[in-house]
């Protein structure tokens, strides 16, 4: 069975939060510096960027200061162009552009749903 749109929204807010409890109190040298963290931070942003996929439509509309489609395309550069990843563009996203993801998802959350399913 599929999940939810509520359910997505949920991932895509667990996986914020998880990101930014990883890097917490670390700064770019200690990030690049640890392989572990650098894989549980793509793992998050890989998470986003599904669920993100799956965010409702009338969602996206209300917010299209959020750049939807990159972050959807970002999963698919983790996944198959991990060779090319930047980890400095990576923590740009982790320390400074979650923020404003977080600010809408949780606005979502609060927001009534209309099919308890949906």
Do not use: C, F
Not at 9 to 15: E, M, Q, T
Not at 64 to 71: D, F, G, H, N, Q
Not at 80 to 91: G, K, L, M, T
């Amino acid at each position: 069975m599929p999940r939810s749109g509520h359910l997505r929204l949920l991932d895509i807010r667990d996986a914020i939060r998880g990101v930014q409890d990883t890097v917490a109190g670390v700064d770019l040298a200690g990030y690049t510096a640890s392989w572990q963290m650098q894989r549980a931070v793509e793992r998050g942003l890989e998470i986003i960027s599904e669920s993100s996929r799956h965010v409702p439509a009338d969602v996206k509309a209300r917010h299209p200061e959020i750049p939807w489609k990159a972050i959807a395309a970002i999963g698919n550069h983790l996944r198959h162009e991990y060779h090319h990843v930047e980890p400095a563009i990576i923590w740009e996203i982790a320390t400074s552009r979650l923020a404003a993801l977080a600010g809408v998802i949780e606005a979502a959350l609060r927001e009534p749903r209309p099919d308890p399913d949906g």
